[in-house]
Nanobody, 124 residues
Framework: EVQLQASGGGLVQAGGSLRLSCAVSGATFDEYAIGWFRQPPGKERAGVSCIGVSDGGTDYTNSVKDRFTISRDNAKNTVYLQMNSLQPEDTAVYYC?????????????????WGKGTLVTVSS
């Protein structure tokens, strides 16, 4: 069974930084792409960033480009999302997910397994 555990959320002031981690178990980690999604209060869940296998590429939604960086450590079965210059509009529950496919996609319908989210709150 594939399991994902997201962590690293918290309360931060605008302009601050957080690093989210997503630990994956039960899957051949280095064969699958991983995505980060977020769901602001009262809104739909949407893709933030994703990373393919090896150097299979990364993608970011426009609103986080140049502020967020996704990376993966295959030895630790973990994906990270470094979030800098956080703004109140980044406030959301952040989720990570696995797609049983090597390429990266931001559409949530691609993803097969989801972890529980971690809350990020950015105060102004």
């Amino acid at each position: 069974e594939v399991q994902l555990q997201a962590s690293g959320g918290g309360l931060v002031q605008a302009g601050g930084s957080l690093r989210l981690s997503c630990a994956v178990s039960g899957a051949t980690f280095d064969e699958y792409a991983i995505g980060w999604f977020r769901q602001p209060p009262g809104k739909e869940r949407a893709g933030v960033s994703c990373i393919g296998v090896s150097d299979g590429g990364t993608d970011y939604t426009n609103s986080v480009k140049d502020r967020f960086t996704i990376s993966r450590d295959n030895a630790k079965n973990t994906v990270y999302l470094q979030m800098n210059s956080l703004q109140p509009e980044d406030t959301a529950v952040y989720y990570c997910a696995v797609v049983m496919f090597p390429r990266c996609h931001l559409g949530k319908s691609w993803y097969d397994y989801w972890g529980k989210g971690t809350l990020v709150t950015v105060s102004s």
